[in-house]
């Protein structure tokens, strides 16, 4: 359903087709289709798979991730979803990570959902992922461990602090991989209190209900007020290794944080010390403040309202000597836009053509891109 309605708000499905061929796992068949739910026109995707008996094993799965042809952030998101998955399936089994059986969520259809996924949302370019309240249904379901009340087990367990509802809907709405793929991306933060939608998708789900539209709906937008409220959070650190910091730093821009710097500081007692900076909209603040305290040896940390003037941005993506290029737009005061490319696509294709980095981005500037 999640990537239905990604094909919907504008994902090519040739490129679909082509990074499913390029996972190298078999002969696996992609069918899209435009269906109605409701009256809502959707987009119904459907994996075509060869018959397949393996119970895979966590280390399995992160192995089939690794492979993937994808950005190194598409992978940590897809890493994390399903170490998600693993954690909550090993406590309501009363096991381990390394001993739980992933049954229908290790089925090859579920790993494309969630590795999918996680590559389209990079090639589509977006940047920061919240979720409204997630439906999760009620009643019964039949899975491998028998009858088991909706929400399963598991699926509880991975929406923990993600806010839910949809109590009343019969049936289940969400199932352990949707659930570990909205934690994963948003940790349950919401969205800004004001934007402006860009595009909206519908993805259909198989069963087509009477009483309302099974489809997952997933929209796009851009910040609406350039003078834009967020939080300036802050920790200091004298006892972290340098090599560990772009990791911290990572972690906290895939927690939702916009920026994330590190600046030296002199701490108490004359020793040298890193403080970490990360600018995070007021949704994303638990997220981060989480991030820092993972990543970092920090014990506490600080925060406080800043705002943030920023220029107008688009983005969009060309092709040059075969090679796809994304640019960022800004327009400064007066109307003149300017444009750049992102450095992680000159660098990739630098790497492919041969040349470096500014070489690429020199023949771009030259070439009016």
Known sequence: ?????LLDIGLAETWLRDFIARMNVGSAEVRVERVRRCGIACTKVTFELPPEHAHRHLHHVLEIVGRADMPERAKRLATDAFQRLAGAE???????IEKVHFHEVGALDSILDVVCTMAALE?????AFFTRPVATGSGWIDITHGRFPVPAPATLRILQGVPVTGLDLDGECTTPTGAAMIAALTKGAAPPSRFVPVATGFGAGSRDPADRPNCLRVFT???????ESLLLVQADVDDLPPEYV???????VAAGALDAVVVPVSMKKGRPGTRFEALAPEAALHGVLESMFRATSTLGARFWPVTRPALARREDVIEWRGQRIRRKHVTLPGGEVRAKPEYEDVARAAAVLGLTPWEVRAALERAGS
Request: aromatic share 0%; glycine share 10%; hydrophobic share 50%.
């Open 90 to 96: 090993a406590t309501v089994h009363g096991t381990t």
């Open 246 to 252: 772009p990791a911290a730093l990572d972690a906290m």
């Open 123 to 127: 090639e589509l370019g977006l940047d």
């Open 1 to 5: 359903m999640t990537l239905g309605a």
């Open 221 to 227: 937008a851009e910040v609406a007020d350039p003078s």
